[in-house]
């Protein structure tokens, strides 16, 4: 069964860092275009940062860019999102995301493209 599974979302304060976790298990994530995207409360589902099948592309939205590093371990299967100086508009339910394709740079974000979801971590940034 292919599965990806999320870990690491919580609680944290405005400026404070969380690291979240993709495990994939079923399938290897190496050949894959990864990313990670979010849905906040009354909003629609948006990209956050996707990387390409070779690790060499990625893309991050403006909103979280310098902030926000996707990366990925093929060698333990794990996708990662690093965020740092988090902000209340950064609340949100965070997915991980991947499909077996070779995605052009603009379009490494594009949602309908991916047919691998995660269950979702909740990320809350609040005082």
């Known amino acids: 069964q292919l599965q990806l599974v999320e870990s690491g979302g919580g609680l944290v304060q405005p400026g404070g860092s969380l690291r979240l976790s993709c495990a994939a298990s079923g399938f290897t994530l190496d050949g894959y275009t990864i990313g990670w995207f979010r849905q906040a409360p009354g909003k629609e589902r948006e990209g956050v940062s996707c990387?390409?099948?070779?690790?060499?592309?990625?893309k991050t939205a403006d909103s979280v860019k310098g902030r926000f590093t996707i990366s990925r371990d093929n060698a333990k299967n794990t996708m990662y999102l690093q965020m740092n100086s988090l902000k209340p508009e950064d609340t949100a339910v965070y997915y991980c995301a991947a499909v077996p394709l070779s995605l052009p740079v603009q379009a490494l974000c594009q949602m309908g493209a991916y047919n691998y979801w995660g269950q979702g971590t909740q990320v809350t940034v609040s005082s």
């Open positions: 990387i390409s099948k070779s690790g060499r592309s990625t």
